[in-house]
T-cell receptor, first 111, second 117 residues
Framework: DAKTTQPPSMDCAEGRAANLPCNHS???????VYWYRQIHSQGPQYIIH???NNETNEMASLIITEDRKSSTLILPHATLRDTAVYYC????????????FGAGTTVTVRA | EAGVTQFPSHSVIEKGQTVTLRCDPI?????LYWYRRVMGKEIKFLLH????????ESGMPNNRFLAERTGGTYSTLKVQPAELEDSGVYFC???????????????FGPGTRLTVL
């Protein structure tokens, strides 16, 4: 029942922006896009979420296309500590508490 | 503010034995969730508590798994008897409530790695 599609892996140079794509072509009007990441041997960590407007916080920016069928997570200045598996999850903010983690994108930041 | 804590961090038991995992959510969080990742698979939802009540246990694999949250604070997940296929990492998460978009973010603990031999 995967609702999102992400590339399995990507590399990024330290200090450069990392742009992580996610396709969610079947997203419904009241579903949000959430991004979590899992650094090795840690629990998943919330990054950001949005509905239709672009969002930015201290960790990342989230760009959602106008038709909402895809989005991009941007890590503005990737560091080695950003190496992790990144998960794009589509979920209702209310009454849909189950997070469905897919395979995610394994991001490797290289010095 | 302390995050979600889980105990133990690792557990190695033999098939047929019993193991109890504990999760302490962030103070004040009414919602508590259990997830697990078995070897080679994706992270899957197990169940959800609202305070001491089980809201949804649809992800529990079978009746060898029993979750409790007495008093609406910490939660335990007991596996009895453990089988080989139960090996994996068990994550606990908590969130404040559904009343505010900003408050339903789930915060995860570091997980308990369970190995059944």
């Amino acid at each position: 029942d995967a609702k999102t599609t992400q590339p399995p892996s990507m590399d990024c140079a330290e200090g450069r922006a990392a742009n992580l794509p996610c396709n969610h072509s079947t997203i419904s009007g009241n579903e949000y896009v959430y991004w979590y990441r899992q650094i090795h041997s840690q629990g998943p960590q919330y990054i950001i979420h949005g509905l239709k407007n672009n969002e930015t916080n201290e960790m990342a920016s989230l760009i959602i296309t106008e038709d909402r069928k895809s989005s991009t997570l941007i890590l503005p200045h990737a560091t080695l500590r950003d190496t992790a598996v990144y998960y794009c999850i589509v979920s209702l903010a209310f009454n849909d508490y189950k997070l469905s983690f897919g395979a995610g994108t394994t991001v490797t930041v290289r010095a | 503010e302390a995050g979600v804590t889980q105990f133990p961090s690792h557990s190695v038991i033999e098939k047929g034995q019993t193991v109890t995992l504990r999760c302490d959510p962030i103070s004040g969080h009414d919602n508590l969730y259990w997830y697990r990742r078995v070897m080679g698979k994706e992270i899957k939802f197990l169940l959800h508590f609202v305070k001491e009540s089980k809201q949804d246990e649809s992800g529990m694999p079978n009746n060898r798994f029993l979750a409790e949250r007495t008093g609406g604070t910490y939660s335990t997940l007991k596996v009895q008897p453990a089988e080989l296929e139960d090996s994996g990492v068990y994550f606990c998460a908590s969130s404040q409530d559904f009343a505010s978009l900003l408050k339903d973010t789930q915060y995860f603990g570091p997980g308990t790695r369970l190995t059944v031999l």
